[in-house]
């Protein structure tokens, strides 16, 4: 299969340490064997610190996300590292740099692309500018709920939803450099007009992603 991972810079850079880009590296590797790999990481907390320094300096919106688009390239780079020969050893800075680099036969690894948009949007692009067979978007959450888990304790994880439905959804929230809430609209815009098969699942422990490649149910998948 042809798959499309996004690793969020929650995720996989959470506190400033080395071991969840080691634990990816490794599964990541046992998966290259069997599949084509491209994965885009996302900013995490280093992104959001750096914003607001660029936000206290006056930078507008667009310039404020340009400097997380440089963090979410450097995340790029430690999975890069970590994945050794397995991954080609440079970041693409758009999606024909990305097809072209895995023509290597190793794992792409990139950042963001553009701004006004989530690394998400990157994944979901990509996808279908590789004609992925699968998006898999790890995130820090068990995927959509109905509302906000971390406030609500009774809120019910969704198995399964439309892409409408989840535009829908997210229509309301922020879209402001270093607070693409959960998914980002471009995201669902991308998956609705090609058809992604998409799933959001936990990437806190990345095991994860054998699961939903075993194709056990886990997480939301964007139907
Ligand atoms: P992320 O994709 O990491 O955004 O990119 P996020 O929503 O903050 O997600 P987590 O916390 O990693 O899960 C970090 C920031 O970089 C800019 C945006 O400002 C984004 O919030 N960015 C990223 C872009 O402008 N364009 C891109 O293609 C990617």
Redesign the pocket.
């Known amino acids: 299969m042809r798959i499309v991972i996004t690793i969020?810079?929650?995720?996989v850079i959470k506190a400033y340490e080395h071991q969840k880009f080691q634990e990816y590296a490794k599964i990541l590797s046992s998966l290259k064997q069997d599949h084509q790999i491209f994965i885009v990481v996302?900013?995490?907390?280093p992104?959001?610190d750096y914003?607001q320094i660029a936000r206290d300096l006056k930078a507008g919106e667009a310039h404020?996300?340009?400097?997380?688009?440089d963090?979410?390239r450097l995340n790029a780079k430690l999975l890069i590292i970590a994945l050794g020969d397995d991954a080609y050893p440079s970041v693409p800075e758009n999606f024909q740099e990305a097809v072209a680099y895995s023509t290597s036969n190793r794992i792409v690894v990139m950042?963001?692309?553009?701004?006004?948009?989530?690394?998400?949007?990157?994944g979901a692009i990509l996808a279908e500018y590789v004609k992925a067979d699968l998006l898999v978007n790890l995130?820090?959450v068990d995927g959509l709920y109905d509302k906000d888990p971390k406030i609500y304790d009774d809120a019910v994880l969704l198995e399964k939803i439309s892409a409408q439905e989840m535009w829908e959804f997210l229509r309301e929230k922020d879209s402001?450099?270093?607070?693409?809430?959960f998914f980002?609209l471009t995201a669902v815009q991308m998956i609705k007009r090609s058809g992604i098969k998409t799933v959001i699942i936990n990437g806190d422990l990345p095991e994860n992603l054998l699961k939903v490649l075993g194709n056990h149910k886990i997480g939301t998948r964007i139907v």
């Open positions: 969020g810079g929650s995720v996302g900013g995490g907390k992104a959001r914003i404020c996300d340009d400097i997380g688009i963090i979410t950042g963001g692309t553009e701004p006004a948009h989530s690394t998400d949007a990157v995130t820090s402001k450099a270093g607070t693409y809430e980002d």
